[in-house]
């Protein structure tokens, strides 16, 4: 194999040594349904060996099916979630028996690959780049249903960068074009494409995403029982729910507490909120005299450079993510800390827009002008129009190879089991420039700082 082949097997590996890990328990743990927004931990794992057998063994390979008969239990258009425990999938040993037949073969064929064919599929390896971020995906949803689970010691923990208090609160980003949606990505899905201009106006944007101080400073102030803050949907969610405060938290007295992983443990404060539904996220928005950003606004003061005047891959710019600049990959088990990687930033200044937590946008899930499917309708098409809402940057539990500028996610605004967060924007009135400091409304706290109060993935996999 060539380094670039090499490469891409070396992803291959990682990302199944992930699968393996989080499926590295006993075998009624695996089976169970934990959640009806779950599928057992075991379909998980066969799904995405079938997956792989289905695009890079038949449609790329040419290879005669395996087991064409399993085709239909890990079809996740034509069983929900809630639906999979009745069907009868592969027991957790032969899963891992399929899987890995299925693995040897798929080496085979990258080993002949030709990635200057012409051929979508096969040009730039797409149709590897394909499976690998499709099994990261389902590795972060395995990680949420083991978090619905409540199990403890099954998810590895590690260490942090501390954060950074103190700062600007919000980033100043001008009028203008930009470049929106890539043409340029190799593995980008077709919802990024094609690269369009977009033209705002003047905004500003939180510095970071919202905390967990300044999101308790919300529930303190009535925020969950005050209709002022909430859209007639929120109203009815809230009702049906009787939310109170993000998932997995609790009080004692006055203490915040979370279960994280089956340990229960005091809300660090520090951290961005986490686990909060679109609802919730446009709710506080409301509260802190501000709103929600569009994706364009998010993806401008994520990815645009205005003095080179293109895209970058990621906030700082197209080097790969280590661990000074983003917490992706599972590094540990949780958002790091407010400021935690200023080598980060965009080129606006804007921090943490990669990793720690999907943010949600204002807008809802729509192709772009010009969009064609592939290589499947059904991986983007078929949830246009709906009351999805895009999520932009990737949690934690999200790995580099599957997080990037241009990365679409969305969700229904009532999901909170995923690792989701947010941060606010405004416009910018007239008289506002880089040199102005934003105003505020009395007694509200802005974005992520409580001083003072202006105050899986969705059903495809």
Known sequence: ?????????????????????YTDAEDDLLVRQHSPLMSPLVWDLAHVGNYEELWVLREAGGITPLRPEIDDLYDAFKHPRRNRPSLPILGPVEARR??????????????ALDPDNPDPLHRDAFVFGLVIQHEHQHDETMLATLQLSREPGLVRDGDLPPGRPGGAEEVFVPAGSFLMGTGTQPWAYDNERPAHRVDLPAYWIDRLPVGNRAYAAFIEEGGYDDPRWWSQEGRLWRQETRAFAPLFWTRDGDTWWRTRFGRTEPVPM??????????????????????????????????????????????????????????????????????????????????????????WTASRFLPYPGFRSFPYREYSEVFFGGDYRVLRGGSWAADPAAVRTTFRNWDHPIRRQI????????SASPEHSPGHSPKHSPGRSPGHSPGHLPKHFPERG
């Open 1 to 21: 194999m060539n380094d670039f082949k090499e490469r891409i097997a070396a992803e291959l590996v990682a990302v199944r040594d992930r699968s393996l890990a």
């Open 98 to 111: 399929y899987i890995e037949g299925v693995r040897g073969r798929v080496l085979d064929v990258l080993d």
């Open 270 to 359: 520090d951290e961005p909120v986490q686990h909060v539904s679109w609802h919730e996220a446009d709710a506080y928005a409301r509260w802190a005299g501000k709103r929600l950003p569009t994706e364009a606004e998010w993806e401008k003061a994520c990815g645009w450079d205005p003095v080179a005047e293109r895209a970058r891959k990621y906030p700082w710019g197209d080097d790969d993510p280590g661990p000074e600049r983003a917490n992706l990959g599972h590094r540990a088990a949780r958002p790091a800390p407010l400021g935690a990687y200023p080598a980060g930033a965009s080129a606006y200044g804007a921090e943490q827009m990669v990793g720690d937590v999907w943010e």
């Open 419 to 426: 690792f989701t967060g947010f941060r606010c924007a405004r």
